[in-house]
């Protein structure tokens, strides 16, 4: 395994407060020494990283990798190799897979095929209900057992009150996190985009924004009754992050992400029937688009998460109201992110940013990442803040193209990617 000495860069560490200009040394396999103008050492390969920040591989809680059962869409080799091109170490897997990942022996399956296929890391998180069906519990305990870190019924939310109820007070009694679609979808049937101004004038059912608010009332409700930690997937709307600030002051475990395409797109990128833009939770308005970016500013939205979501061509390539909802996000969050802040002037220092892409939300899940602490293993990402470049989706590495930030010019890339101290990806 080589060595390396990382040189002249900006180091950045939320979990120890650590923001500054130094050498980072990486031997063995994990973090030896962060000190400024460090020597270099026989056998070292020294990076010069002046002009770059020197962080915690970025982690991302909320990816569809989409294997088992739909590789035509993503695998876990390319899904794995389109994070660490964006910078991505750990990355978390959702069930909604063919079969759903509902039992113990699919779990530590797809870990062991994880670890000989994908080149980053990979958590599972398991599925809430058998098959995702909302109807019968799983069994918890033996899923933690396997590797699971969390449970979530994801695209598929549990409608049941009821059931939710004693999914949630199961979990918090083995100690796994619940991850939730908020979603009530009695009232988002045959919709495809948010329901407003844009979904009345291009004739198109919307989903109202109280879909998601009513759940996230009701699961913080049962968080609070349960004591179980609920994770809001891919927040939306305004509604919803009041919703999340007054259970918690109530005394709630409620944690939250964001997408990087909710900060950035609103509801007028529909307006050309342009598939790339058909999400659920859809696209919503400016008003709440700048009420996530408030949200996540002040910390009341703890990290952002790609909700990764891939899509063969030919799946996307059908009338708006027939064609899946998702977009891809490893290769591209970053650049989306940095652009978001440079467009917002700046409010959230890269100190910030990283404990949001890395640092938090390794911890929402308890994983072992998003630090550069003395001895941790060297996931290490370089990122230049300052480069442009330009999305050409005929350039990732996901089978997924179906982004909606094709022609964008964004600001700031992965120049490296280190997984337990081997380059995996950069020059």
């Known amino acids: 395994m080589a060595d390396y000495l990382l040189r002249g860069g900006r180091v950045l560490d939320p979990a120890q407060g650590l923001d500054v200009h130094a050498d980072l040394r990486i031997r063995a396999g994990r973090i030896a020494e962060i000190a400024p103008q460090l020597a270099p050492e026989a056998g070292e390969t020294v990076i010069d990283c002046a002009g770059c920040w020197i962080a915690p591989g970025l982690v991302d809680i909320h990816v569809h990798l989409r294997e088992p059962g739909q590789s ?3 695998t876990l080799q390319t899904g794995g190799e389109a994070a660490i091109t964006g910078g991505f170490t750990s990355i978390c897997c959702m069930p909604n897979t063919e079969p759903p ?5 699919l779990v530590r399956e797809l870990l062991q095929r994880a670890e000989r ?3 980053c890391r990979v958590y599972v998180v398991a599925a809430l209900t058998q ?8 069994d918890y305990e033996a899923l933690k057992r396997a590797g699971a870190v969390a449970c979530s019924d994801d695209a598929f939310p549990v409608q049941s ?10 979990c918090a009694a083995v100690g796994l996190p619940v991850l939730t679609h908020c979603e009530e979808t009695v009232l988002t049937a045959g919709a495809s985009m948010h329901e407003g101004e844009v979904s009345v004038r291009l004739g ?3 989903m109202p924004s109280s879909a998601e608010a009513i759940q996230i009332a009701r699961n913080a409700l049962l968080a609070l009754e349960t004591g179980c930690h609920l994770h809001i997937q891919h927040l939306s709307t305004a509604m919803g992050l009041e919703l999340i600030r007054f259970f918690r002051r109530q005394g709630a475990s409620v944690t939250t992400e964001v997408t990087p395409h909710h900060l950035l797109l609103t509801h007028h990128a529909c307006e050309g029937f342009d598939t790339n833009a058909k999400m659920n939770p859809p696209l919503r308005t400016p008003a709440d688009v700048d009420a996530l970016s408030e949200g996540l500013i002040l910390g009341d939205i703890d990290c952002i998460a790609t909700d990764h979501a891939p899509h063969a061509r030919f799946e996307k390539e059908q009338p708006f109201g027939l064609a899946p909802f998702g ?7 970053l650049g989306c992110v940095l652009q978001w802040n440079a467009d917002r002037g700046e409010p959230l220092s890269p100190l910030e940013l990283i404990a949001r892409l890395s640092t938090r939300p390794a911890q929402i899940l308890g994983l072992p ?14 990122i230049d803040p300052e480069v442009r470049w330009q999305v050409d989706p005929t350039q990732f590495r996901s089978m997924g193209k179906n982004s909606p930030f094709t022609g964008w010019t964004l600001r700031g890339k992965a120049r490296y990617t280190f997984i337990g101290g081997v380059k995996v990806s950069g020059e």
């Open 117 to 119: 296929e994908s080149p």
């Open 161 to 170: 009150v009821a059931v939710m109820r004693c999914a949630m007070r199961a």
């Open 204 to 206: 198109l059912r919307g």
């Open 131 to 138: 098959g995702m069906r909302g109807e019968q519990l799983c």
């Open 101 to 105: 990942l509902d039992s113990p022996a």
């Open 327 to 333: 977009i891809v996000g490893l290769e591209t969050a």
């Open 72 to 74: 035509h869409k993503e």
């Open 369 to 382: 990442a998003g630090t550069l602490r003395t001895g941790a293993p060297a996931d290490v990402v370089v």
